[in-house]
Nanobody
Framework: QVQLVESGGGLVQPGGSLRLSCGAS????????MAWFRQAPGKERDFVAA??????????YYGDSGKGRFTISRDNAKNTVYLQMNSLKPEDTGVYYC?????????????????WGKGTLVTVSS
């Protein structure tokens, strides 16, 4: 089993920045993707970004909601993935979930994820 714990959410003004963290514990995998999803109130859970590591190398992927202002990174020694969010907008408000996919990122979005954290709330408001 894998446990994912997110942190770093909170209230921020428009134009501000936040950095989310997600720590993973439990099983380890030689190939794995760690990802961020966002669920705005009343909407589906959308893919934000993923960071993958495998025997063949590393890679990052961004969804439409993560391109341009968000950056995903990871610290393998700490089994932690981060999401740096800049120039935040009210429409970035939502619960941000960390997820893990065994074998690397399959590009199947939330359907490909094997484990989920409980989420951290980000509110962008003045």
């Amino acid at each position: 089993q894998v446990q994912l714990v997110e942190s770093g959410g909170g209230l921020v003004q428009p134009g501000g920045s936040l950095r989310l963290s997600c720590g993973a514990s439990g099983r380890t995998f030689s190939s794995v993707a760690m990802a961020w999803f966002r669920q705005a109130p009343g909407k589906e859970r959308d893919f934000v970004a993923a960071s993958t590591i495998s025997e063949s190398g590393t890679g990052t992927y961004y969804g439409d909601s993560g391109k341009g202002r968000f950056t995903i990174s990871r610290d393998n020694a700490k089994n932690t993935v981060y999401l740096q969010m800049n120039s935040l907008k009210p429409e970035d408000t939502g619960v941000y979930y960390c997820a893990l996919e065994q074998g690397g990122y399959s590009n199947r979005g939330r359907d490909g994820m094997d484990y989920w954290g409980k989420g951290t709330l980000v509110t962008v408001s003045s």
